[in-house]
C-alpha cells in the first residue's frame, strides 16, 4: 500500500526544479555575496520551512545585502525596518488615518500597510528597539496577520521574517526575551570572511561594475515547495534521535543523565526545537535532491536551532562555556537512551 505521506510524482518534479533551482540562485548570489554559502544555504532551508531567522554578526558582514539579494532572486517583495528606540509599533504594522471623500464630504478612516507587509521583512538591529515595539512582530511571525484597531489583515505569503543583531555594541539596547527568541526558527551566526575571500569582496566592490540579476524561483513555486518539504518522509529512528538530543539538553530530562548538562545548562529547548531540526532537515534534504532525512541534515540543522534555546548558568559563564559548545559536545557524543 502507497504511503500518503509520500511525495508525489508532481512533488518530485518540484524536487528536481528545486535543485536546479538551488545552483542557479547560488551562482547568481555568487555575482553579489561572495563566499557565505553555508549561510545562504540556510536561510534557504528556513524560507522553504516557512521558518524565521535571526542573524548575528558585526556590522559590513553584507548581512542586509545578502537578504535583498536572495529576495531579487526570488522576485519576493522585501522590505526592511530599521529598528531604533522611537520606533512604534505602528510604523510595523501600520496605522488608521481619516480621509475626506471629496465628492460626499464624508469622512472614514482608510488603513496604511506597514512594512510588515512584505514577503521577506528585515528587521534590522530588532534589540535596538523596546519590548513592545518587538512584540508588534510576534502576532505577524506566528499568525502571519496584523491586527490593527480591532481588524485582522491577512499578511502574503510567503512570509519570513529576517532579523539582525550586532553581538559587540549592547549599551542601549532591549535583549530579546527568550519566549520571542524560541519564535525564530534559526539563529544564523555570521563569522569574518577569510583573507583570499575578504580581497575578492575588496576587488568586486571597489569598481564600476554593475550586476544584473536573473529570478530562479517565484514566491507560487516558493509556496508549494514549503508542502512539498513537510510530506519528505523522516524515519521513526530519526524522529527519535532528535528528541533524544533535544531532550538532553534539559537538565531535568535526559539531561540528568549527563553530569556536564546538569553542571552548565539552567534551561533546555522546549518541544519546537524538535520540530524545527526535523522541518530543517527535510528542507536541507529537498534542496540537495534527496527524498528523505539523513542523519547528516539533522546534524548541519540542529546548532542553528539550538544554539538560541539553551540558557546556560554560571558555572559555565565562569568556565567560558556557551551554548553552541553544548550542542557541538551533544552531537559529538553518544546520547543517553530514553
Keep these: 500500500m502507497a504511503d500518503p505521506t509520500a511525495p508525489a510524482d508532481a512533488d518530485l518534479e518540484m524536487i528536481d526544479r528545486l535543485v536546479d533551482a538551488r545552483e542557479k540562485l547560488m551562482n547568481e548570489m555568487g555575482k553579489i555575496i561572495i563566499g557565505q554559502e553555508e549561510i545562504i544555504d540556510q536561510l534557504l532551508i528556513a524560507l522553504f520551512c516557512g521558518g524565521h531567522s535571526l542573524m ?33 509599533p505602528s510604523d510595523i504594522t501600520g496605522s488608521e488615518v481619516i480621509e475626506m471623500d471629496t465628492a460626499t464630504g464624508e469622512r472614514r478612516f482608510r488603513f496604511i500597510r506597514g512594512p510588515v507587509f512584505a514577503n521577506i521583512l528585515l528587521a534590522d538591529e530588532i534589540n535596538r528597539t523596546p519590548p513592545k515595539t518587538q512584540a508588534a512582530l510576534l502576532q505577524a511571525m506566528e499568525e502571519h496577520r496584523v491586527t490593527v484597531s480591532g481588524k485582522t489583515y491577512v499578511l502574503d505569503e510567503p512570509f519570513f521574517v529576517l532579523a539582525t543583531q550586532n553581538p559587540i555594541e549592547q549599551e542601549g539596547t532591549y535583549p530579546l526575551p527568550e519566549a520571542q527568541l524560541d519564535r525564530f526558527m534559526f539563529n544564523i551566526y555570521i563569522d569574518y570572511p577569510s583573507i583570499p575571500e575578504e580581497i575578492d569582496i575588496v576587488q568586486s566592490t571597489t569598481t564600476a561594475k554593475e550586476v544584473k540579476l536573473s529570478h530562479v524561483l517565484t514566491a507560487g513555486e516558493v509556496i508549494a515547495l514549503k508542502k512539498v518539504v513537510r510530506k519528505i518522509p523522516a524515519s521513526t529512528e530519526m524522529v527519535d534521535y532528535v528528541v533524544r538530543l533535544v531532550n538532553c539538553t534539559r537538565p531535568p530530562g535526559l539531561g540528568e543523565k549527563l553530569d556536564w548538562v546538569k553542571r552548565w545548562v539552567r534551561w533546555g529547548a522546549g518541544p519546537r526545537a524538535s520540530q524545527y531540526i526535523i522541518l530543517g532537515a527535510k528542507a536541507r534534504a529537498v534542496i540537495r535532491g534527496n527524498y528523505c532525512v539523513a542523519e547528516d541534515d539533522i546534524r548541519h540543522v540542529a546548532p542553528a536551532v539550538l544554539r538560541h534555546r539553551i540558557i546556560t548558568n554560571f558555572h559555565a559563564e565562569s568556565e567560558g562555556i556557551k551554548p553552541i559548545d553544548i550542542v557541538t559536545r551533544l552531537l559529538e557524543n553518544e546520547l543517553p537512551k530514553a
Design 56 to 88: 548575528v554578526g558585526v556590522p559590513g558582514l553584507a548581512k542586509t545585502l545578502m537578504v535583498r539579494t536572495i529576495s531579487n532572486i526570488l522576485d519576493l517583495k522585501f522590505n526592511r525596518i530599521q529598528f531604533t528606540p522611537d520606533l512604534m
